[in-house]
């Protein structure tokens, strides 16, 4: 976890699914949250970020703590590249989610 991450978020159990990504201090919008830190791979997975780059994608296996982010519909958070911003102010206790993309359209 970066000196920032460190202060900013903490990883809890969730109850949306397992783990999650939690605001630890007020998290106001366009705030830098964290970069989604990892290897490149060439295989999906279950902490694997695809990242659009240049009309190609670039796939990321986390390490980091933001591998635990979960799904939403209405994300409080959104990716630039790897690089993961606050969409609106996030309260502490908050869990920090971002939209996975259309195929999970279905899933709250």
Same mark, same amino acid.
């Given at each position: 976890?970066?000196e920032?991450?460190?202060?900013?978020?903490?990883?809890?159990r969730?109850?949306?699914?397992?783990?999650?990504?939690?605001?630890?201090v007020?998290?106001?919008?366009?705030?830098?949250? *964290?970069?989604?830190?990892? !290897?490149?791979? @060439?295989? +999906?997975?279950?902490?694997?970020?695809?990242?659009?780059?240049?009309?190609? &994608?670039?796939?990321?296996?986390?390490?980091?703590?933001?591998?635990?982010?979960?799904?939403?519909?209405?994300?409080?958070?959104?990716?630039? *590249?790897?690089?993961?911003? !606050?969409?609106? @102010?996030? +309260?502490?206790?908050?869990?920090?989610?971002?939209?996975?993309?259309?195929? &999970?359209?279905?899933?709250?």
């Amino acid at each position: 976890m970066s000196e920032v991450e460190d202060r900013i978020i903490r990883v809890g159990r969730s109850p949306i699914h397992g783990q999650g990504v939690f605001a630890a201090v007020l998290i106001k919008a366009g705030t830098h949250i *964290g970069s989604y830190d990892g !290897a490149e791979t @060439d295989a +999906d997975g279950t902490h694997v970020l695809w990242v659009e780059s240049d009309d190609d &994608w670039r796939l990321i296996d986390g390490t980091g703590p933001l591998r635990w982010l979960n799904h939403s519909r209405r994300p409080n958070a959104a990716f630039d *590249g790897p690089d993961l911003f !606050a969409l609106v @102010d996030i +309260d502490p206790g908050t869990e920090i989610t971002f939209d996975y993309g259309p195929e &999970w359209a279905e899933v709250d």
